[in-house]
């Protein structure tokens, strides 16, 4: 976490951050903490955050939480 923020506001990322999550296979409720963090960290730095390749289990916890529509999935 701490590293995705320190580099979104190092100044070397803009317009729109992509987190592939393709090698992720399971994860629990701390990695939407996680995301929705660095997605507030983004939208502050005036970029754009996409997650792509979300684990089932990521999706299921969003829908379960009711939060499946604040993040980017593509």
């Known amino acids: 976490l ?4 320190k580099l979104m506001t190092s ?4 317009g729109e951050v ?3 999550l393709a090698g ?7 990695a939407l903490s996680v995301l929705l963090s660095l997605m ?8 754009r955050l996409r997650i792509t390749h979300p684990p089932a289990s990521i999706l ?3 829908q379960t939480y ?5 993040l980017p999935f593509a």
């Open 60 to 62: 299921s916890l969003a």
């Open 11 to 14: 100044g070397k990322l803009s």
């Open 24 to 30: 992720v296979k399971e994860t629990d409720s701390s």
């Open 40 to 47: 507030r960290t983004a939208r502050a730095q005036g970029m």
């Open 2 to 5: 701490e590293d995705g923020r």
């Open 18 to 20: 992509v987190f592939d």
């Open 66 to 70: 009711g939060i499946s529509d604040l």
